[in-house]
């Protein structure tokens, strides 16, 4: 407007017709960002604005944070407003305007494909979800075992048999905390395996970090959560007084069987989950080290369960603890085997992504997400928080493409601001925690992670040294990590307690922990992949047709895919992933036959290009 010398009632003399009623105060609040254009009428106009400036069709739309908010009409009214919000970003700006028929097939598409994902194992996780059936801990995590401040779980006053009668199906269906006795034994367990010495004439092997045991007790929280289920209800559980739940129950080779066969009844078939849990059950009644053969106490707090448990079985476990544990540990054994011989992938880890490692170039097509980030990219001066949250988005992504980390280690990622004291490769292996810092020495953006702070710590790999990287200053990555570090990261934190980590959440009244976990940067991610990865058909907006939601884990097996396509070689792909090439074989990197045959043949078809 300054350029061709409009005011804003001179802009609306212009646009606006006669007999139409679009007030002039209406272009005072956009200019101010006090409002933003939502209705039709509103796109309208700013399509003859466009056309008057001589500017690009959808000039306007595309500064705007948060299109379409304003989808509505009988296809949305029995949708809630979290829903309301997910659904419009991906709702094309005539939406309101078109047959319910079509707008019933859009937001079915939406739903399938964008918001659920669509493929078979999202289905059966989503079914799944429905029916929550867990025994949760919530006082017992690492480094924190409130629970574990009693002496003995005895000191807990025992429930009464019969206390809390089954009578309705649904009663212990749902997540529901665990008993107090049920509760101490984790904590003692997740001290026993945390702690930095053992106690006092107890023995271990290994030891758990923070993601395994937050995984560990999420699982054995899922084993329990089954067997309290009601037999009649949603879960068709076993039915079995969550007041007698007690880790003295997994000796008994009965209550692993059933456990076992149960999940297979629920997906159909075995997995690498049920090896996966048999293993825990094989760790901790193996011989010297196991921490329930190293608690005979456990069994006297076991009760009768019919059809599962009998009286006869307690009292010749505590009888003999250790001939129990070496019964039980001898008959996982086995159906380990068993069960390998016949478990099945319950889903393909590269289905979200294939249209990405079917590229040719898998690495350049991802990129186009970020282009596409910076392409939506609303004004900061409007938009200071959306501006922001795209930057992050843009960040999360080039971070992830640029050094190929596990999800924790990108996550937890410290930073230090130009000119402040980074801190000692000492200070971040007691944090077991990288750095991303400004390298005076290199005039760059320096990734520093030692090696203790990896999953694969004692690989090959790091050789005990620390991974050090400087990042490339490509395609303005510099320029976005100054604006991000200096601006974007302060207008996410919004006055908050700093976490100290590069990447920080948006912080709102409904969530003022501006520090990311392993589910809420899994959903950050995916989020990012949902709006800018994904093609609508509808909307135009995306940068990928066939691409597929997904999490942050998917990027390592782009980087592999994508040397393993260039060179073949398993080792330079494990080089950029912080890996050893058998894991690349087994578990990154989608190197299809014809990819392999087309590598050979750019070899072989030298010979006849130099004839």
Not at 236 to 255: A, C, D, E, N
Not at 271 to 299: C, F, K, Y
Request: net charge positive.
């Amino acid at each position: 407007m300054r350029r061709h010398g409009d005011s804003y009632w001179h802009l609306h003399r212009a646009i606006v017709k006669d007999d139409e009623t679009f007030d002039h105060s209406t272009i005072r609040h956009w200019l101010s960002g006090s409002k933003v254009p939502r209705s039709v009428a509103s796109f309208e106009l700013l399509g003859r604005i466009e056309r008057r400036y001589r500017l690009p069709e959808g000039y306007f739309k595309g500064k705007l944070p948060h299109r379409a908010r304003s989808a509505s009409g009988h296809i949305l009214d029995d949708v809630g407003p979290a829903e309301r919000r997910r659904l419009a970003w991906h709702l094309p700006d005539d939406f309101n305007a078109r047959p319910a028929s079509e707008q019933e097939e859009i937001l079915e598409w939406v739903r399938r494909v964008i918001i659920a994902g669509s493929t078979d194992y999202r289905r059966f996780q989503r079914a799944a979800m429905k029916q929550r059936y867990a025994i949760r801990f919530p006082g017992v995590s690492y480094g924190r075992t409130d629970l574990a401040d009693a002496e003995d779980a005895d000191d807990f006053q025992a429930w009464e048999p019969g206390q809390v009668p089954f009578t309705d199906p649904d009663l212990f269906s749902g997540v529901i905390d665990a008993p107090p006795v049920l509760a101490v034994e984790m904590a003692e367990l997740v001290r026993f395996k945390t702690a930095t010495l053992t106690a006092f004439g107890l023995q271990r092997h290994g030891v758990w970090g923070e993601e395994t045991t937050s995984q560990k007790i999420e699982h054995l929280g899922l084993m329990f959560g089954a067997l309290a289920a009601h037999p009649k209800g949603p879960v068709r559980g076993y039915g079995i007084p969550y007041q007698h739940l007690t880790f003295g129950m997994l000796v008994f080779p009965s209550v692993w069987d059933w456990y076992v066969q149960w999940r297979e009844r629920r997906r159909g078939f075995y997995t690498s989950w049920e090896v996966d849990m048999l293993r825990i059950s094989l760790a901790l009644t193996r011989r010297d080290t196991g921490w329930l053969r190293q608690h005979p106490n456990l069994g006297a707090r076991v009760r009768p369960v019919p059809g599962l448990i009998s009286r006869n079985d307690i009292d010749r476990a505590q009888r003999d603890w250790d001939d129990a544990c070496d019964v039980y540990f001898k008959h996982a054994t086995s159906r380990v085997k068993e069960i390998q011989r016949v478990a099945r992938v319950h889903r393909d880890p590269f289905e979200p992504i294939l249209a990405v490692l079917e590229a040719d170039s898998p690495v350049g097509e991802y990129r186009k997400i970020t282009e596409e980030i910076l392409r939506l990219m609303p004004d900061e001066r409007l938009y200071r928080r959306a501006a922001a949250e795209s930057v992050r988005s843009f960040l999360m992504l080039r971070l992830g493409l640029h050094l190929g980390l596990r999800q924790k280690n990108l996550r937890q990622l410290m930073v230090c601001r130009r000119g402040h004291l980074p801190r000692s490769e000492r200070q971040l292996a007691d944090m077991k925690r990288g750095e991303i810092r400004w390298s005076e020495r290199d005039h760059g953006w320096e990734v520093l992670i030692p090696s203790i702070a990896f999953k694969n710590a004692s690989s090959s790999f790091f050789g005990s040294k620390p991974f050090r990287l400087v990042l490339p200053d490509l395609g303005d990555l510099y320029k976005h990590i100054d604006a991000y570090v200096d601006r974007h990261r302060s207008a996410l934190l919004s006055g908050a307690d700093d976490p100290g980590t590069f990447f920080v959440k948006t912080v709102k009244a409904t969530s003022s922990d501006a520090a990311y976990n392993q589910t809420t940067f899994y959903e950050a991610w995916r989020l990012t992949i949902q709006r800018y990865g994904v093609f609508n058909p509808y909307t135009g907006r995306g940068a990928i047709p066939g691409l597929l939601p997904h999490g942050p884990h998917n990027v390592r097996d782009v980087l592999a895919t994508h040397i393993l396509k260039r060179t073949g070689s398993y080792e330079q792909a494990s080089y950029a992933i912080q890996d050893t090439p058998d894991m690349v074989a087994k578990h990154y990197g989608r190197f299809l036959p014809q990819d392999k045959a087309a590598l050979a043949a750019r070899i072989l078809n030298q010979v006849w290009q130099a004839a």
